[in-house]
């Protein structure tokens, strides 16, 4: 027999309204217009006062439909201030973090533009050497600042970070330091929270010392960013980074202590759950109102006052319940991976989990209990299953077995943090309580380090398709608790649809030939895609861009050709190694490390030696075969290029030839050397970012090109490129994304992502 809900007429009613409302939200935000989501409305509104019975409860559906197109229309283009400098005022609402070099980054709320209220948050960047004393979570600010919108997604595939902050409630970049000047305190919900997060977090790793420290203040008070982002990445790569969030795990274990806390103090029902809603609300306050917290504090306090009342309710509305008033104050956060996350989980644990419990053995009190733990986690693994493949492209081939052992460790770990929290003040047992605790972290953390540095441990997949999602549903509907099917048909449709799932993961044979620029700001990164042929030409001073485009393909590397050996050509090679994709065959331009070197760049060469299967050594005149072309060497020349001198100087150039077209690739090459690689092409990749000092008009009237792509980000090499070009169409990767050549019998055609 499988476990069934309570009868009731309302029983589906929140689940569609919830499908509907994230239905509607998801069209509004790929409509182009409000209007037809408003028109919606005003039919639908009618509908609802004439129609009776099925039809009414289908009209109320369509408008919770239309609402949600609204609602998502509205999130997608939110009013922006005119771009450019404005005097801003804001509190700091998160941790002041350092970024790449000097850049630092933080959240302002409670903004004013001119003068003039600005209800969303703000993204503050900035430069500087040093931070200015008082720069932190809960100050008020002054200053002049670049406004700008913040933009989208420049990769196929890439990292949306305009969704991101939208997700926060952050609608506009600001950008700069100048006139800077702290403002008195003042009270705010945000900044208070800010500030107490932080000053808690500071005296956790005080008293837990910083590394431990940052494991507390991530599990406690979603601090997340404080830790190193190796170990997150750890976590998560082993199935079990949802310990490291501010979860329903997390609310569960604070609300039950709270609990029998007033149930031994003997507090009567109706103002212990007065207590539980204020401990509640100040906890999502204090974690900035994450998802999952809201989420788990929602469905706690509905349960409880069901109890209360006495009407328990089946999980599943009180679920829809806080999804549905989550996305109504904040549509944006259905894009969010957080969000679906969160909610797969719960849908694993509520609906798949009492089957499959019901399908183990378990005898004994302890079969019981291992049945139970077991039951559960695999419930959850199998609810993320699509979120985790469409958004990592990896299945945790442990996470059953870690997420039974490491649920249990941190339930113990977490009440230690907690003890620690409350006693951190008091001398003598915060030291040695902290201590303690500390300890215990970095055991934990020691095992998971050294378990995710095991390949085996994760497989990884291609990103998750539209048959990966079809073979998900049939999983889901198989081992749903819900649903009023036989043993034998369970079985053979959770059969079906897992090789269903395992088909749809097959990496599919590559039919074609690309050039994809990718867009890396004031950097370079191409992948060129012949067949089953794969080059990287250059991979960025941040590879993530580059790891993300070939861990969605499950794509190795054939051939890295670095053209020279500056960081914003190498760098990326190092999270090409962190990602773990394997790197065959590497291409160098003879006596590359032979140039004028920083000590990083030849750091990550020595790392790219060692990962490599192969080290070639190139000159001009090599020649490599490709399945519809080749990749001919034109610069540097043995014996041309004195050791010493500027990396950019021999640069590797080559001429990339697919199906008669070619694309002259010129790397970094000055003007000094690059009439050595000066060949008619098709198509050219400007050189050294549009500088000045290369693409001259002798070069040009040489190459004559056709159409010209330039990866950068500087508006004025744009400008001035494009006036040495005159005619030829030019493709910029800071103006138009990515930028992909397609290659086939016909010719070449063009295309652009967009941001």
Not at 484 to 500: E, N, P, T, Y
Request: aromatic content about 8%; some cysteine.
């Amino acid at each position: 027999m499988t476990s069934r809900a309570p009868h009731s007429r309302y029983r589906y009613a929140l689940p569609a309204a919830c499908l509907c409302l994230m239905a509607g939200i998801l069209a509004g935000t790929m409509s182009p217009s409000w209007a037809g989501g408003a028109v919606g409305l005003c039919l639908c509104l009618p509908a609802l006062l004439l129609l009776r019975g099925k039809w009414r409860a289908a009209a109320l559906l369509a408008l919770t439909l239309c609402a949600g197109s609204l609602l998502g229309w509205h999130a997608e283009h939110p009013a922006l201030p005119e771009e450019g400098m404005h005097l801003v005022t804001g509190i700091i609402a998160d941790e002041v973090l350092p970024g790449n070099r000097t850049q630092y980054r933080t959240t302002l709320r409670h903004l004013t533009i001119d003068g003039a209220p600005y209800a969303q948050g703000g993204y503050w960047t900035f430069y500087t050497d040093e931070l200015p004393q008082g720069l932190e979570p809960g100050a008020a600010v002054r200053l002049q600042a670049r406004v700008y919108a913040p933009q989208g997604a420049a990769n196929p595939g890439g990292y949306d970070f305009r969704a991101y902050l939208l997700q926060r409630g952050v609608t506009v970049g600001l950008y700069g330091l100048q006139d800077l000047e702290l403002l008195p305190p003042r009270l705010s919900l945000w900044g208070t929270a800010a500030s107490i997060r932080h000053r808690l977090s500071a005296r956790l790793m005080a008293v837990m010392g910083e590394e431990a420290g940052s494991y507390a203040a991530a599990m406690l008070l979603g601090s997340r960013a404080l830790m190193p982002e190796e170990d997150r990445e750890a976590f998560r790569q082993l199935g079990i980074g949802h310990i490291l969030s501010v979860s329903g795990f997390h609310v569960g274990v604070l609300a039950g202590a709270l609990m029998l806390l007033l149930r031994l103090c003997r507090v009567r029902p109706k103002l212990r759950f007065a207590c539980l809603t204020a401990a509640l609300a100040a906890y999502a306050v204090l974690t900035g109102m994450n998802a999952p917290v809201t989420r788990a504090s929602l469905m706690y306090l509905m349960a409880e006052w069901g109890r209360l009342k006495g009407r328990e309710r089946h999980p599943l509305p009180l679920m829809c319940f806080s999804a549905m008033l989550i996305l109504l104050f904040s549509p944006a956060q259905l894009g969010s991976v957080s969000f679906q996350l969160t909610y797969c989980a719960m849908l694993g644990l509520t609906l798949i989990a009492p089957t499959l419990r019901q399908s183990l053995p378990g005898r004994t009190a302890a079969g019981r209990f291992l049945r139970d733990r077991a039951a559960a986690a695999l419930g959850v693994q199998l609810g993320i299953l699509l979120p985790q493949l469409y958004w990592y492209q990896e299945v945790p081939l442990a996470g059953l077995a870690l997420n039974v052992l490491v649920l249990s460790l941190a339930n113990v770990l977490l009440g230690g943090y907690w003890l620690v929290l409350l006693v951190m003040y008091l001398p003598g047992a915060g030291s040695w309580l902290g201590a303690l605790a500390g300890r215990a972290t970095l055991l934990l953390r020691q095992a998971v380090q050294y378990l995710a540095g095991r390949a085996w441990f994760t497989l990884w997949t291609p990103q998750a398709t539209l048959l990966t999602a079809l073979g998900c549903a049939g999983l889901f509907l198989s081992l749903c608790c819900l649903t009023d099917i036989k043993k034998a048909r369970r079985a053979v449709l959770s059969l079906l649809s897992a090789l269903v799932v395992g088909l749809s993961l097959v990496p599919p044979a590559h039919r074609g030939t690309e050039y994809i620029q990718l867009s890396v700001g004031n950097a370079d990164c191409a992948v060129l895609w012949d067949e089953d042929r794969v080059w990287v030409i250059d991979a960025g001073e941040d590879g993530r861009a580059l790891a993300t485009y070939l861990r969605q393909r499950r794509l190795s590397v054939d051939t890295l050709a670095v053209t020279h050996l500056h960081m914003d050509h190498l760098g990326g090679v190092r999270d090409l190694i962190s990602s773990g994709i394997p790197i065959r065959r590497l291409l160098l331009p003879v006596d590359a490390e032979r140039a004028l070197l920083d000590a990083d760049a030849m750091e990550v060469y020595r790392q790219a030696l060692a990962c490599a299967q192969e080290t070639v050594r190139v000159s001009r005149g090599d020649v490599f075969p490709l399945p519809h072309g080749s990749v001919t060497v034109l610069w540097p020349e043995k014996g041309r290029v004195r050791p010493g001198q500027d990396a950019n100087n021999m640069s590797m150039a080559c001429l990339i030839e697919e199906y008669g077209a070619t694309l002259l690739a010129t790397g970094d090459l000055t003007g000094a050397f690059e009439r050595y690689a000066a060949v008619p092409a098709d198509l050219l990749k400007v050189a050294h970012h549009g500088s000045s000092s290369s693409t001259t008009d002798a070069f040009l009237r040489i190459v004559q090109p056709e159409a010209a792509i330039l990866s950068g980000n500087d508006d004025q090499r744009l400008q001035a490129v494009q006036a040495r070009l005159g005619s030829c169409r030019l493709f910029a990767t800071q103006r138009d994304g990515a930028v992909t050549v397609a290659f086939g019998p016909e010719g070449y055609t063009i295309s652009i992502h967009g941001r």
